[in-house]
């Protein structure tokens, strides 16, 4: 009997490892494919509204989501080294804001050569830079930033009465989002011959610099009518410029991102018009396409969500279709 219990104890711990690893690897197979979603930073609304998009993929589509950021938008090295990370640990498939348009590309060659999916997302890589490196297997999911800063360009123009002197605060120079709005901007601007750009100049999307940046363009331009932002945090900065100057309303600000803070200016009337470009759609579609790459179904090479310029009017018509929605239950 005292042989016999060891033996059957032996047996029984056997069982119970095989029984734990079935377990395990129903689990991951319940769980799903791996998606990395690496992002510029999760300090800008605009990105954490794009992670919302992101969880809400993964737990409709059945995957797992590893989201990861950089501490800044300009954390260019930062970022590779998460995408390496990711690659090493051998994702499914890796989806990133690149927080430039060519120095991401040599890591997604690296997961190209390793077979992973890439969806490049919100910023278009070079296609120079990504022919000459050899990348041809990666996809994109954005919007038409040039479109976008055309709209905001035209939209401000408009009220300006096709007259008066402007100004630009760009994105990160080089950067595709970022010299496509700004093209899309001053496009609209040359479409009216009484306006004059009389300054275009980066803050980097960042609110402190553009606060800095534009109080030096109001004091060299005191007959300012109207500014393009190229993005929120730039406008928000912009605003507190105006505020510093005592020009708050004065001077007519555009801008991009249409973020919570940024319809609340609207509805204030501290900014004039904000595009919506859907970060949530963005990060929502970017695993969805993500998903059937890796299950070897075709998706879009280039897939563009809707824009919208969200202005004092558009908000209101949207509070009063809701509220008639409300009604009608």
């Known amino acids: ?35 990395a979603f690496v992002m510029k930073t999760l300090t800008n609304p605009f990105f954490i509204t794009m992670s919302d998009g992101v969880k809400r993929a993964g737990k409709e589509l059945g995957c797992k989501v590893i989201l990861q950021a950089s501490e800044e938008e300009t954390s260019i090295e930062q970022m590779v080294n998460i995408v390496e990370a990711m690659i090493a640990q051998k994702v499914d498939a890796i989806c990133v804001t690149p927080s430039g348009s060519s120095e991401i590309v040599p890591t997604f060659v690296k997961a190209q050569n390793a077979g992973i999916p890439i969806v ?114 730039m406008a928000f900065g912009a605003i507190k410029a105006l505020e510093a100057a005592g020009k708050k309303g004065k001077v007519l600000v ?24 859907r970060p949530d759609l963005m990060g929502y579609y970017a695993v969805k396409f993500a998903l059937d790459l890796i299950n070897k179904k075709r998706v879009p090479a280039r897939y563009m969500v809707p824009l919208t310029n969200v202005t004092k009017e558009s908000l209101a018509d949207t509070i009063k279709a809701s509220a008639q929605a409300n009604a009608g239950h």
């Open 1 to 35: 009997m005292t042989r016999f219990f060891p033996v059957m104890l032996a047996a029984a711990l056997v069982l119970c490892a095989l029984s734990c690893a079935k377990k395990e690897k129903a689990a991951q197979k319940t769980q799903g494919p791996t998606v």
């Open 120 to 233: 490049d997302v919100d910023v278009e890589i070079n296609a120079e830079a990504a022919k000459s490196a050899g990348l041809t297997n990666y996809y994109y999911v954005g919007a038409d930033n040039l479109e976008g800063g055309y709209m905001a360009g035209k939209y401000l123009a408009g009220k300006l009465g096709g007259k008066g002197n402007v100004a630009v605060l760009e994105g990160i120079p080089g950067v595709d989002n970022a010299e496509k709005r700004k093209a899309g901007a001053l496009k609209a601007f040359g479409e009216f011959p009484g306006i004059k750009v009389v300054a275009s100049q980066t803050a980097h999307w960042k609110t402190e610099e553009a606060l800095n940046v534009f109080t030096n363009i109001l004091q060299a331009n005191r007959e300012l009518s109207g500014v393009f932002c190229a993005n929120d945090m």
């Open 254 to 277: 555009a801008s991009y991102d249409a973020l919570n803070e940024a319809k609340n200016c609207i509805r204030e009337g501290s900014m004039l018009c904000s595009v919506d470009q």
